[in-house]
């Protein structure tokens, strides 16, 4: 049997599949030392090791079995798989809106490379269709793919072609607007768009997913059929995360482009809305609203296009002992713009002080952000806030660390006039500030304690 047949396996794997004349794709049933199972061979990833042989099981799920378990292997079918996905031509129905799906690669539109074991930005926006053929029933999707990369290689040049390619499909007459993106860094391009594409008429509904198309516990093809029925079909003209909602496939959250954050690595349910509630939750056919005040749909094509980014803008993350060379180097880099992330009402520590002042002196602007996450700013209230404010450093009230970011360095790509850009920074655009945030803005429960756990038997998550 030739070698391009065991893609990817070696060692004690490949002399197992050779003994057995067993390939890669081909369906075979394992007798084990744990029981038999059946499923189709997988390629090996590159860095994996010698000892497992992975198969695809009747549910879709990966499994790895140990060759030293093995006591029988027999090949009763092969088929090489394809797990491209074929674009099709998605049709056109009268009466249903026009909603422009762009996509820029991540999650929402890959595939397994099972030669490295990565997820890939693979699929083109098109053949998104071919996986999820109810859009059809829910708008007339016309889709472009602007980039193809991972969310953590987004950035200011990408914030700004998307800004104008949004501004772009507005004016010729779109009903709504899909963003597929990686969900690493789907909420600073939330953020950037916020502050970038301004007095929408449309909806602009950013959407991703944390488990991959291939994968039966995909949140892909809901959260897909979410957005765009929230871009076709809803009222909130105003930049939103549709991401899933509780744990179940029930439905999804709308939240605001300003106050979203991504709250966990691998959960499906891992986007919230900080300091306040989402906007509405939307599943096919109803979208609830949680809030009253929102930006409603228009039927012009007006819009304010904003492409601007200083990219010298940088964040810190302080901690204790950070020393002042941490700054004074920024400061020496160039760098126009730090967001500090600080502890409780906005500290540092005093070994921070010099850098600081010398920051604020060379006409770096420097603001205060939280690394609680919930709550306002207050560095009036200690001797170390106080201190700070005399040095320079503006706080931002109750504003996300990453909407912060993002705003200054939009800021600073409008002006190098440090008034102005605090003009800009301390006026509200969408909820990036609140005057306050609602009581139930801030849920967090505590697992283990009796009342959290008869809670959690008695409700759904």
């Excluded at 595939?111 to 999820?132: H, N, Q, W």
């Excluded at 300003?258 to 989402?278: A, E, N």
């Excluded at 600080?342 to 770096?364: M, Q, S």
Aim: aromatic share 10%; proline share 5%.
């Amino acid at each position: 049997m030739s070698e391009d047949i065991f893609q990817g396996y070696r060692g004690d794997a490949l002399l197992t599949l050779k003994k057995f004349n067993v390939r890669v794709w081909g369906l075979a049933e394992f007798e084990t030392s744990g029981g038999v199972f059946k499923g189709t061979v997988l390629p090996r990833a590159e860095n994996d090791d010698d000892q497992h042989i992975v198969i695809k099981i009747e549910t879709g799920y990966n499994i790895g079995i140990s060759v030293s378990t093995i006591e029988f292997i027999k090949e009763v079918d092969y088929y090489k798989a394809n797990y491209k996905i074929p674009e099709k031509e998605f049709p056109y129905t009268e009466n249903l809106p026009k909603v422009k799906l762009i996509g820029t690669g991540g999650t929402i539109a890959s595939r397994l490379d099972y030669r490295t074991g990565a997820v890939i930005p693979a699929f083109s926006p098109g053949e998104l269709y071919g996986a999820v053929p109810e859009l059809a029933d829910i708008c007339n999707l016309n889709t472009e793919k602007v980039f193809a990369v991972f969310s953590e290689n987004m950035g200011p040049d990408q914030y700004k072609a998307l800004a104008i390619a949004i501004g772009k499909e507005i004016e010729n007459g779109v009903e709504g607007i899909v963003i597929g993106h990686g969900t690493d860094t789907l909420h600073h391009t939330a953020n950037a768009l916020s502050f970038m594409v301004q007095n929408s008429p449309v909806p602009i509904v950013l959407v991703g997913s944390q488990r991959s198309s291939d994968r039966p516990s995909s949140d892909a093809a809901l959260n897909l059929m979410h957005a765009c029925y929230a871009a076709g079909h809803g009222q909130i003209a105003e930049v939103v995360v549709c991401m899933f909602g509780p744990t179940s496939d029930e439905y999804g959250f709308l939240h605001r482009g300003t106050r979203v954050r991504k709250m966990h690595s691998s959960y499906r349910s891992t986007f919230r809305t900080i300091g306040d509630i989402p906007i509405a939750t939307v599943k096919v056919g109803e979208i609830k609203t949680l809030k009253k005040e929102y930006n409603h749909r228009r039927k012009d094509r007006k819009v304010d296009i904003y492409p601007f980014f200083e990219d010298r803008v940088t964040m810190i993350y302080f901690y204790p002992h950070m020393h002042r060379d941490t700054i004074d180097s920024l400061v020496d880099l160039g760098y126009k713009g730090i967001i500090i992330v600080g502890t409780g009402l906005g500290h540092v520590n005093k070994e921070l002080y010099p850098a600081i002042k010398r920051a604020a002196d060379k006409g770096v602007a420097v603001y205060m952000t939280l690394q609680t996450i919930w709550g306002y700013v207050h560095m009036f209230v200690y001797e170390t806030g106080r201190e700070l404010m005399a040095m320079g450093v503006i706080p931002l009230e109750n504003m996300l660390p990453e909407a912060a970011f993002i705003k200054l360095g939009w800021a600073l790509g409008q002006t190098d006039d440090l008034a102005e850009v605090k003009k800009i920074m301390l006026k509200p655009i969408n909820d990036e500030i609140t005057s306050r945030e609602p009581y139930n803005g801030y849920l967090v429960y505590q697992g283990g304690v009796p009342e959290v756990e008869d809670f959690i038997r008695n409700h759904r998550k």
